[in-house]
T-cell receptor, first 113, second 110 residues
Framework: DTAVSQTPKYLVTQMGNDKSIKCEQNLGHDTMYWYKQDSKKFLKIMFSYNNKELIINETVPNRFSPKSPDKAHLNLHINSLELGDSAVYFC????????????FGPGTRLTVL | AQRVTQPEKLLSVFKGAPVELKCNYSYSGSPELFWYVQYSRQRLQLLLRHISRESIKGFTADLNKGETSFHLKKPFAQEEDSAMYYCALSGGNQGGKLIFGQGTELSVKP
C-alpha cells in the first residue's frame, strides 16, 4: 500500500550509458514531479507533470526525458550519463497543481562511474 | 529571485532544550511556506505548512512577512526529533514546484 514508489532504489552504471527510473503513485493524484538531491543534500525541482502534460522543465539538460504514460506514472529516462548526474532522484505527487502537500517516493540513488 | 535560505547546516542540542531552525525566503508574491522532514532511512514528508496553522509533534512555525521568515520552533527537543529539516515555498502558480532550502540537520543528544 505504498503511496509513491520508485524503482530501482540503487542504480550504479558507467558514463555514457542510458538508464531509466520508474515512479508510480496510487494516491489518485493529478500532478507528479521529479526532484534531484545533490551531494550537499540540496533538493531542486526538475520536472512537473499534470494529467500527463509537462508543466515545468527547470532548465534540465535534454539528456533527461520524462515520460508519463498515465496519471499514475512518471518515468525518468537519462541518456549518455555523466559523472555529474550522480545524485538521489526523488519522485513526488500532489492532488493538483498549486499549494498542495507533496508526497515523496523513497528516492533512487544513482551513481555514475 | 526566488530563494529559500536555511543558514544552519547542522544544529545540535541536548534533549529538553528549545530548538529553532531558521528559514528566510525571497519571493515576490504570496507564497505558501512548508517544513518537510526526513528521518533516518525514511522518505521526505510534510511536517507542517503555514496555512494550516497546526502544531505537529510539538513544532510550530510562524510566517513573518515583514522579516520574510518562517522559523521552526519546539520548546523541548526530543531525541526522536533528530532528522533533516527542509524549509520550502510554493508560488502556487508555478507548476506546483517546491523551492527548497539547503536543509538543516538537527541532532538531539541525550
Amino acid at each position: 500500500d505504498t503511496a509513491v514508489s520508485q524503482t530501482p532504489k540503487y542504480l550504479v552504471t558507467q558514463m555514457g550509458n542510458d538508464k531509466s527510473i520508474k515512479c508510480e503513485q496510487n494516491l489518485g493524484h493529478d500532478t507528479m514531479y521529479w526532484y534531484k538531491q545533490d551531494s550537499k543534500k540540496f533538493l531542486k525541482i526538475m520536472f512537473s507533470y499534470n494529467n500527463k502534460e509537462l508543466i515545468i522543465n527547470e532548465t534540465v539538460p535534454n539528456r533527461f526525458s520524462p515520460k508519463s504514460p498515465d496519471k499514475a506514472h512518471l518515468n525518468l529516462h537519462i541518456n549518455s550519463l555523466e559523472l555529474g548526474d550522480s545524485a538521489v532522484y526523488f519522485c513526488a505527487s500532489s492532488q493538483a497543481l498549486g499549494f498542495d502537500e507533496q508526497f515523496f517516493g523513497p528516492g533512487t540513488r544513482l551513481t555514475v562511474l | 529571485a526566488q530563494r529559500v535560505t536555511q543558514p544552519e547546516k547542522l544544529l545540535s542540542v541536548f534533549k529538553g532544550a528549545p530548538v529553532e531552525l531558521k528559514c528566510n525566503y525571497s519571493y515576490s508574491g504570496s507564497p505558501e511556506l512548508f517544513w518537510y522532514v526526513q528521518y533516518s532511512r525514511q522518505r521526505l514528508q510534510l511536517l507542517l505548512r503555514h496555512i494550516s496553522r497546526e502544531s505537529i509533534k510539538g513544532f510550530t512555525a510562524d510566517l513573518n512577512k515583514g522579516e520574510t521568515s518562517f522559523h521552526l520552533k519546539k520548546p523541548f527537543a526530543q531525541e526522536e526529533d533528530s532528522a533533516m529539516y527542509y524549509c520550502a515555498l510554493s508560488g502556487g502558480n508555478q507548476g506546483g514546484k517546491l523551492i527548497f532550502g539547503q536543509g538543516t540537520e538537527l541532532s538531539v543528544k541525550p
